[in-house]
């Protein structure tokens, strides 16, 4: 029989923890928010020779962009066995260092123009620590988030992961239209893009200093009980979760990253918009994200996350192709352009508010960070790292403009149906 985990007592412990552990998030996400903002610029000084054609540099800074997304499933797994062996805290603090040098030497990179063929293979090596380090951070800081939330709220409490994903998409992209306002092109151009990559660094000086400052999670302490080696549940049980929770997130990983990543790169090569259009095409549908996601993860704390989560992927399902074509059109008002980018993110925010309760809640305390993190990591390995890739690769062969919004309506129709074998009231039940 399993004992549920009782809440901790003092009220501000779960507060730490959702700081510490949003912060984390926050970083990882604004660095990936960044590269993809700066994927046209990326592509030229890292994988364009002299004499290489624009779109194949392009393709292979996605394709770079892909591998680092492959370890995640790798990073997941690594810090997941460490995080549910030794416990929450310290694992949370490793990804964090690993995180934060990995993108603060992105900043100091040396670019094809001076060491050559080094260049790209240097810059793929970051990424792959990268996605190591990020495949650690998602199930470390929503097992911190959900076994610290208090009875009945852990919709809301995973939910900060996700806003923290969209402010610091947000973030990025609010610091590269600065940047894109403030500097020439020539400027921006040279050395300009570094700055965001930079600026990592005192980021995750702040995050490493509250993740020392936690305590271990009740939930962990009380499923250890002073044992070394924690009793797992049977492997084959663990992976059918991991395989049904990828299945149930896909839909948020496709079309998150379509809508809210890939998409200034796509209008400005299939499209013909500027940099700068692009950039606020993509702001506006990170505000629709970020605007829905808090609401959508209290209200799975009430009416369930099957409702929730459902209501987003069919939306995205129903609407993508309709939104996109609004935005393709040259004759349509600028505002119902931005209504539409904003509702499209926002459907989105559907998913991802209730996401990390949903996975947290599907697998016992003794394999959550593994469980979790593998099922996120590898849906997003999938889905996102290989949204622009995909799209981009698919559109250069066809022609057709619309690929992204299929890509995106497809995922979400195949995650409604995962969604589904929800149980209605899981959201009440007590984490195992």
Not at 238 to 251: E, F, P, Q
Not at 260 to 279: D, G, I, K, M, R
Not at 328 to 341: C, H, I, N, S
Request: one cysteine or more; hydrophobic letters at 50%.
């Amino acid at each position: 029989m399993v004992t549920p985990v009782p809440a901790p007592t003092q009220p501000s412990r779960p507060r730490r923890a959702l700081v510490a552990g949003s912060v984390g998030n926050f970083i990882e996400w604004y660095e990936f928010g960044v590269y993809g903002y700066f994927a046209t610029i990326i592509a030229t000084h890292f994988f364009t020779p002299e004499g290489g054609s624009d779109v194949e540099g392009l393709i292979k800074t996605y394709a770079s962009f892909a591998l680092a997304f492959f370890f995640r499933p790798v990073g997941a797994a690594l810090f997941g066995r460490v995080g549910d062996r030794i416990g929450r805290r310290p694992t949370l603090i490793l990804v964090i260092c690993l995180m934060t040098v990995a993108t603060t030497l992105i900043g100091v990179l040396p670019t094809y123009a001076t060491i050559g063929a080094a260049a790209p293979w240097l810059l793929t090596l970051l990424r792959i620590l990268q996605g190591l380090s990020a495949g650690g951070e998602f199930g470390g800081a929503v097992s911190l988030m959900t076994e610290f939330a208090p009875p009945g709220r852990r919709g809301t409490y995973g939910a900060w992961q996700s806003f923290t994903v969209a402010l610091g998409l947000l973030g990025g992209a609010g610091m590269a239209a600065l940047l894109a306002t403030a500097l020439s092109e020539d400027r921006l151009n040279d050395w300009g893009w570094r700055v965001p990559f930079l600026l990592t660094l005192p980021l995750g000086l702040v995050a490493l200093w509250l993740r020392l400052r936690l305590d271990e999670t009740p939930a962990f302490a009380a499923a250890t009980g002073g044992r070394s080696v924690p009793v797992r549940p049977p492997v084959g049980e663990t992976v059918r979760a991991i395989a049904l929770g990828a299945g149930r997130v896909m839909g948020w990983s496709a079309a998150g990253y379509t809508f809210l990543v890939v998409l200034p790169s796509y209008l400005q090569s299939s499209l013909n918009a500027t940099f700068q259009e692009a950039l606020i095409a993509t702001v506006l549908a990170n505000l629709g994200f970020a605007a829905s996601i808090l609401p959508a993860g209290m209200a799975s704390d009430r009416i369930g996350r099957r409702t929730v989560m459902v209501a987003g992927a069919a939306l995205v399902a129903v609407l993508a192709l309709p939104l996109l074509n609004l935005v393709q059109d040259p004759g349509a008002p600028a505002l119902a352009k931005g209504a539409a980018l904003f509702g499209a993110g926002a459907a989105v925010g559907l998913m991802a508010g209730p996401g990390p309760a949903m996975l947290a809640e599907m697998f016992p305390t003794t394999v959550r960070y593994t469980g979790l993190g593998l099922a996120y990591s590898l849906s997003n390995a999938v889905f996102s790292g290989c949204a622009g890739l995909i799209i981009t690769e698919v559109v250069k062969r066809t022609g057709d403009v619309d690929i992204p919004a299929y890509y995106a309506a497809a995922t979400c129709a195949v995650s409604v149906l995962a969604l589904l074998t929800l149980r209605g009231d899981d959201h009440k039940k007590a984490l195992r």
